[in-house]
Each structure stands twice: as C-alpha cells, then as structure tokens.
Nanobody
C-alpha cells in the first residue's frame, strides 16, 4: 500500500516562501498517472492547489498560479511544492495524493503539513 508523508510546512510572514515535500513509499511515482497537492482549511472544502502528470505537465488553481511551482523527482520518489509570495489565504494543511479523476484519491491520506501565513 502506498504511504504518503508531507513535510516542510511552517509559520511565515506574508510575502514569505516555503517548499513542501511529499515522499511516497510502497509504490513508485513513475507509475502514478497524476499527483496533486491539496489544501485543507477548516470550514472549507478540500482544495486542489496544483497537479503534475506522469509527463510532467502541470496545472494550478488560479489563486496560486505564478506563485506556486509543483515538481517531482521520481528517483527520490518525492514531489515538491515551491511557494513564494505567500499570503494569509494560503494558510492550511497541505496534503498530497493521486486523484482518481472521479473526485476521490487513490491512496490513504498522509498526516499533511501545516502552513501558517501570519504577520
């Protein structure tokens, strides 16, 4: 069974930067059709922030386009999310997974990593 572990979150001021990591075990990212970063915020639905396909094509939510960059290193079985010019709306728990295309995900959720943007 694939396990996903996110890391790299923290507390930053508006305008700051962070880089998140998602490490997969029990399976190879080379076999994942697409991977995604999600943001969980209390009182709001789970939000898909960015995706990367097995051909390394990427998509971004409009709210993060130009500020976030998704990438992956299949040799390290790791996916990244570089975030710059963070604002308070980016606050939340960030999780990674492989979307099924049917509104669900393929693997159990990992613990996530908390990102807090505050003055």
């Amino acid at each position: 069974q694939v396990q996903l572990v996110e890391s790299g979150g923290g507390l930053v001021q508006p305008g700051g930067s962070l880089t998140l990591s998602c490490v997969a075990s029990g399976g190879s990212m080379r076999d994942f059709y697409v991977m995604a970063w999600y943001r969980r915020t209390p009182g709001k639905p789970l939000w898909k922030v960015a995706t990367i396909s097995q051909w390394d094509s990427t998509t971004y939510d409009a709210s993060v386009k130009g500020r976030f960059t998704i990438s992956r290193d299949t040799d390290r079985n790791t996916m990244y999310l570089q975030m710059i010019n963070l604002n308070t709306e980016d606050t939340g728990v960030y999780l990674c997974n492989e979307p099924t295309g049917k509104g669900t995900v393929e693997h159990p959720w990992g613990p996530g990593t908390q990102v807090t943007v505050a003055p």
